[in-house]
């Protein structure tokens, strides 16, 4: 198994939340548009999803920060599972000259509209699906709040092929400590399947055989 990592917490912890207030905003029906990952989802109402937001370079640091942590050289190769619009990717060139990124996303919308200078290295594809790559392909494979959209049964697989298509791995997912934590969690959450303590995910990495590193975020 590998390590915890705090690669992406001072940016989830940037974001201010009103728990209670998402929860009241007929959730049910935010949840349902959230869940087509359509246009609603990444640039529509705050309730739907992510809001819409013009890429300020926040992702930029956490580039830097996991090249010098796996040590990749010149010629890399990074995949991201769940890419979304690919605002991590865009900048591993940018952290890492001569870097070869590669990105899926389960949502046309996002891919359709992705950063130019990398769009032509993604595609749509659904992470429980096998994944069109070859053994250890890539030096680094990133999932970030991604896996724990998928319901039990699709994790297993998504995880096998990660293991699969990975030299190092890393994962980020939604987790909870206390019962504090996992109503905010289900307060917050529009497309989350699995909702799993920590020990619990640590258990599943090891049913599952993934060895790469984790993180999780907390609400």
Not at 13 to 34: F, G, I, N, P
Not at 35 to 60: H, I, K, S
Not at 117 to 123: T, V
Not at 162 to 177: D, G, H, N, Q
Request: glycine share 6%.
């Amino acid at each position: 198994m590998g390590a915890e990592q705090q690669f992406f917490a001072s940016l989830h912890t940037s974001t201010k939340r009103d728990y209670l207030s998402r929860m009241m905003d007929d959730k049910a029906h935010c949840m349902e548009v959230a869940r087509r990952f359509d246009r609603n989802f990444f640039d529509g109402e705050r309730r739907y999803g992510f809001g819409g937001y013009r890429y300020d370079g926040r992702w930029l640091p956490m580039a830097e920060t996991m090249a010098a942590h796996y040590d990749l050289k010149p010629g890399a190769k990074v995949l991201e599972a769940g890419c979304g619009k690919g605002y991590l990717l865009c900048e591993f060139p940018r952290a890492l000259p001569g870097c070869q990124v590669h990105g899926f996303d389960i949502s046309t919308y996002a891919i359709e509209n992705s950063k130019p200078e990398i769009r032509d290295q993604l595609l749509v594809h659904d992470a429980k699906d096998p994944w069109p790559f070859a053994d250890k392909e890539f030096d680094l494979v990133i999932s970030i709040a991604v896996l724990h959209n998928l319901p039990i049964y699709d994790l297993k697989p998504a995880m096998v092929e990660m293991e699969r298509v990975a030299k190092r791995a890393y994962l980020c997912v939604e987790s909870y400590r206390s019962p504090a934590e996992l109503f905010a969690l289900q307060c917050w959450a529009l497309t989350a399947e699995c909702f799993f303590s920590n020990r619990e995910w640590m258990w599943l990495f090891h049913e599952f055989g993934y060895s790469g590193d984790y993180e999780f975020i907390y609400f």
